[in-house]
């Protein structure tokens, strides 16, 4: 598979480090607004609140 590059850009854009500790960063739902994340899925991020689904390239 050739898609260990792929995952580690996606891996560093999810991924904050702040002094020792490392800080998730999702996508917030553009519908609902801050505080409500979307959904990770493999070709997909999703929203469970309002249903807004988001394809990745
Ligand atoms: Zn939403």
Known sequence: ???GKKGEVLVSKF???KG???VRTRKFCP???EGVF????K???TCGRCGY???KK
């Open 31 to 33: 519908r609902c607004g």
């Open 1 to 3: 598979m050739a898609k």
């Open 53 to 55: 689904t988001e394809f």
């Open 43 to 45: 070709d997909r991020r």
């Open 15 to 17: 991924y904050e480090i």
């Open 38 to 41: 979307l959904a990770e899925h």
């Open 20 to 22: 020792d500790k490392v």
